[in-house]
């Protein structure tokens, strides 16, 4: 089977499991966004993934696409290489938290099981990258995530961060300099009703804070 997923499939399959999260099916035209090719392209490839063997995705025409257990593997390799590069990175290197999301892209798809396992070795064996998402397991499998929306909160209700989206680089660079960070807590001092803005106290800053929702939505806290 390694043989045959190619950098591109592993893109696909990295894309679909995620569009997948909490039960979703993803879209050709999702993923045609997010991969930035044309829908009639992704159509084919999804076609060819579920008629290789094992089938690598479900496909049905309107319908969407999810991941077989072959499928779900193979992504998993992957973003398990990504998020113990970008740690790697960010430890080892002397990267920032926003620039590791694109150089990590570039090097998933090369290095070898057993770079990844001393790599692993080297930081300890972590659970989560700079961003705080999950680290996928040496087996395979992606740990429970329990974590909420921040933008789901509302007025005194505490909860501690535990990962931020990593694909937007200025969003990153904003959360740093404000202290939203992983393991940080935060307080909800008011909640707008209006636009949804909340008015936050960050733990360690003295000012107190007012976040958008198109902020919110990509925090994802623990009560």
Same mark, same amino acid.
């Given at each position: ?7 591109? =499939?592993?893109?696909?399959?990295? $894309? =679909?499991?995620? #569009? ?11 993923? @045609? ?22 089938? #690598?995705? *479900? ?10 257990? @072959? ?7 992957? =973003? ?9 990175? *960010?430890? @080892?290197?002397?990267?920032?938290? /926003? ?35 999950? =680290? ?19 007025? /005194? ?6 990962? *931020?989206?990593? /694909? ?5 660079? $904003? ?15 008011n909640y707008s009703e209006l636009d949804g ?12 804070? *007012? #976040?958008?929702? @198109? ?9």
């Amino acid at each position: 089977m390694s043989e045959i997923i190619t950098q591109s =499939i592993q893109d696909y399959l990295k $894309h =679909i499991y995620e #569009l997948n999260e909490n039960g979703n099916t993803a879209s050709t035209n999702d993923l @045609a966004a997010r991969l930035n090719i044309a829908p009639a392209s992704v159509t084919g490839m999804l076609q060819k993934l579920a008629s290789v063997s094992p089938a #690598l995705v *479900v496909y049905k025409k309107h319908q969407g696409v999810t991941l077989t257990r @072959a499928g779900e593997k193979a992504a998993l390799e992957v =973003i398990r290489h990504h998020r113990l590069l970008e740690l790697y990175l *960010v430890k @080892a290197l002397g990267y920032s938290w /926003d620039e590791v999301h694109a150089e990590a892209d570039r090097l998933e798809h090369f290095i070898s099981e057993d770079f990844e396992a001393r790599v692993a070795e080297a930081l300890g064996h972590p659970e989560r990258d700079p961003h705080g998402e999950l =680290i996928p397991t040496a087996d395979l499998t992606m740990p429970m995530d329990e974590s909420c929306p921040l933008a789901s909160l509302r007025t /005194d209700e505490t909860a501690t961060v535990k990962r *931020v989206s990593d /694909d937007d680089p200025a969003l990153l660079r $904003h959360l740093l300099e404000i202290g939203v960070l992983p393991e940080v807590k935060v307080i909800i001092e008011n909640y707008s009703e209006l636009d949804g803005n909340l008015t936050l106290h960050v733990e360690g800053q003295k000012s107190k804070i *007012v #976040l958008g929702t @198109a902020i919110t939505k990509r925090i994802f806290v623990e009560k």
